[in-house]
């Protein structure tokens, strides 16, 4: 019978609407009949079958068909790119591993090679730079202990320490009493100038004591810290014992303030790279209207940016000999030590700017030398508000701030207008006489020493007020006892304080001054002042090279030291003589 050839319904080419799956291959098709028993009709129904299967499988399979010469050449190029990824894998990953060795062994010891300050730029860059900081070459966190004389520094504590009365050239002056035509206060403690004041060019704070030759720390000289020794005051104290028995002054009247005050127009000038004293001066010279910028007092203070430290003495002549002197800014700055909490809120209350000088500590530095901007205070908080050039705007308890100032020997900078001297003398009270104050604080660090005699602060602000006024064997018993009691001295003391040097220096011992300061630079070669008393001891023993290249280094770091200019230039004409001892 002709026509369509039978097919079941399922597979007939025409009537089948169920095509074969996308991937069927038609060699999986199990033929159930035995070909033995299919008929010539059945095969050939099967052959039609199959041929169908084919191409129906290869309509949508193009592999199914043989791989021709072009299929070959592609699969031999697949295959070439896979084994030169892996080849490259390779390589980068062993570059990647040669990188990673040389960067462990040579980035560690080029950033230690850096200097201090270029390491603290690295680290603000790239955080991890901070693992990379060397580690300390010293293994004390306390200066070198000294061989102490208890019963001599306990009969210190016995001695007369009465805060000496202002000088009679001080009284008699209406500037410093505020007195015919001085600076009034008003009711509500803020101190208001006269009607007609007439501008003096300085306050007459003088002093008999010659300053601390190297930093001055703290300033003699009552408004310009000068290396050269100020004039001899004109009623100078008796000279048959340094500080007779006196009866105490009349307490002064003390001038009211407000229980809180606020400063407006503090702005905060964060520091850079040990630029703490620069920035502090200049978002106070700012509130007093200065237009200058950190950068101008930094070139200043710190023409090389190794060096470490700018001492409160430095921040005063700036502020007197460059703002005031050269820039015609009329601003002038003091500096004082024993410093109380009442003066600081009396100045701030009347708008002067003050600076404090302060111990710090950080969790990954330990202890440091810091100054603080104070712009307001809370009596009912019981917090002095400073602003930190490090931290930003900040409260601080009272009695936690004075811990840290106490470290310092309480020093206070004042900036102020030149034309306010009447008013600041007023504000400043029995401190507007830099004697006293040293004597002040003398007195008030033996009441320290005598309540906690295991404070090492308490002991060495003894040294410092005694090598102020020139009493150099008992600065030294007091230094020797704070280098020997309680949790002995922070490593970074001498960094900021320099009493020690010029104690033991005027008083003959050379050798300490050696070992002092040689442990001190052991901890940073950056500091100036310990170079400059390096060479004043070598130069006193006899070494005279090894004197100059002490000096030269202070130059090198600071090219404004004078005194070391002056040195070298005495070593080398035979002028250079040692202090008299004895």
Known sequence: MGGIPHLP?????????NLPPKRLSWRSITVLEYESDMTERAKERRRLEREY????????????????ALDELRQARFMSFIKWSLAMVGVAMLLFASLTLFALIVIPAWFRGLPANEQVIWINRVPLFEALRPTRVYSLDTLPTANPNPDAALALLGGDSTPLAVTESALENPLLTGQDGGAQETPGGVIVPPPSVTPTP????????TPMLATNTPVIAALAASPTPPPTASAALPTATPYPTLPPPPPPTPIPIPVAYQASGYRFEKQKWNTCGPANLTQTLHYLGWGGTQQDVTNFLKPKELDRNVSPWELVNYVNESVYAQQGVPLKSLMRVGGTLEIVKRLVANGFGVIIEKGYNLAEEGWLGHYLTIQGYDDSRGEIHGLDTYLGDRWEPYDELDTRWQQFNRVFIVIYPADRERELALALGNHRDVNYAIQFALSRAKEEASI?????YAWFNIGSAYALQGEYKKAVTAFDQARSVGVMLPWRFLWYQFGPYEAYYNAGYYSEVLNLTQATLNTSPDLEESHYWRGMALAATGDLEGAKQAFRRALNLNPRSTLAAQRIAQIENGTFAPPKTG
């Open 452 to 456: 906690q005699p295991d404070n090492p």
């Open 202 to 209: 300085t306050l007459p704070f003088t002093s008999r004591i």
């Open 9 to 17: 319904f399922s597979t007939h080419p025409l009537l089948s609407c």
């Open 53 to 68: 299967l084919r191409r129906q499988y290869e309509m949508y399979d193009e592999s199914a068909q043989a791989p021709t």
